[in-house]
Each structure stands twice: as structure tokens, then as C-alpha cells.
């Protein structure tokens, strides 16, 4: 059974976007204004007679492969993809290509439009507000500023589940630091 292009471009019908549909690669190509990605092009594309659903951001980054940050950016996408549902990030050795997607099997079931909208929505505030900024800041630095959130949202957890435990560990590490000292330091 599975999913038609026609039944997802009635979908976004429904919500007023404009599209091609691409029959010979049994795909649609769309795309949104964003605050952080320049041309945010989304290919909805079915795979197996409709019974595999792909929904993704091509060329979501571009200068990666050749970049010094290459294994801080992968490292950063990776992660974001554990913190967030759905989302999946590829890359592209061959010529750096990094594209975010969506995707999984639909067998003998349709997409819902709930389900479409769902995804396509996600894959849109997910990439242009969390991902986008997230990398462009490590590809600047080096660093991935979710770390840093991390260990905060850690603290505030240590900070709730024991109270009083952040400054009996702020003390041990001041104690700890005199005892390396000298004393005319």
C-alpha cells in the first residue's frame, strides 16, 4: 500500500506551500524561509513503491569537509542527534555534503497528515533553531556550546536532587587547589 506523492502534496496543500513534484525521483522539492540556514531546500522523497518515507535538508552546511573543526562539527551532530527525536544527520565524504533527515519505513501503513506535519515541522525548527547556530558556532571556534549547556543543565539537577551538595564541591575543589600550592604563592 504505502504513501503517494500525491497524498503528501495534498498535504502541503492543506498548509499553503508551494512545491514541485519530481515523478522520475519519485520525490517533491519544497523549502522555507528560516532565520539561520540561507536556502533551506526540503525533499520529501519515497522510496520502495511508497513504503519508505524520507523526508531532508540537503547541504544543510557547506565547508566541511576539508575544514579544521571537521571532527568537533561530526562530533556536535552526533549529539544533537541523541538530544533530539527523529532527527539524523548525514555526511557525505565523498564531497562534504551534510544533510539533516528524517526517515523510516511505512511498510503496508500511509502517512498520516499528522504524521507529515509532525516530521516536516520538526525538521524545520530543529535544523534552523538548534543545529544550524549550534555548528556555525563550532565551525567559528572549535568548541560545541552544547557542552557548556550540559553541564549546566547538570548543575541545576545536582543543585535540585541535593541542595547544599554545589558548595560542599565548590569547597573540596578550593581545598583541593591550596593543597597544591606553595605558600609563597
Known amino acids: 500500500m504505502g504513501t503517494t506523492l500525491q497524498q503528501i502534496a495534498?498535504?502541503?496543500d492543506t498548509q499553503g506551500w508551494k512545491y514541485h513534484i519530481d515523478e522520475e525521483a519519485y520525490r517533491i522539492l519544497t523549502g522555507v524561509q528560516a532565520e539561520?540556514?540561507?536556502e533551506f531546500l526540503i525533499v520529501v522523497q519515497l522510496d520502495e513503491e511508497g513504503e519508505f518515507f524520507k523526508l531532508f535538508a540537503p547541504q544543510v552546511i557547506a565547508g566541511v569537509k576539508d575544514h579544521p573543526y571537521k571532527e568537533a562539527i561530526l562530533q556536535t551532530m552526533l549529539c544533537i542527534s541523541w538530544e533530539t527525536k527523529m532527527l539524523q544527520w548525514e555526511y557525505d565524504p565523498t564531497d562534504g555534503e551534510i544533510r539533516a533527515i528524517i526517515e523510516f519505513p511505512l511498510e503496508d501503513s500511509i502517512?498520516?497528515?499528522?504524521q507529515f506535519h509532525r516530521c516536516l515541522a520538526g525538521l524545520v525548527q530543529i535544523v534552523?533553531?538548534?543545529a544550524v547556530p549550534r555548528l556555525k558556532e563550532?565551525?567559528?571556534t572549535g568548541v560545541d556550546p552544547g557542552d557548556q549547556e550540559m553541564g549546566e543543565r547538570l548543575l541545576l539537577t545536582l543543585q535540585e536532587e541535593a541542595p547544599g551538595l554545589l558548595q560542599m564541591l565548590e569547597k573540596a575543589m578550593e581545598a583541593r587547589k591550596k593543597r597544591g600550592?606553595?605558600?609563597s604563592e
Not at 111 to 114: K, V
Open 128 to 130: 534552523d533553531n538548534v
Open 10 to 12: 495534498n498535504y502541503l
Open 138 to 140: 563550532v565551525m567559528e
Open 181 to 183: 600550592r606553595f605558600p
Open 111 to 114: 502517512l498520516t497528515e499528522r
Open 36 to 38: 539561520n540556514v540561507e
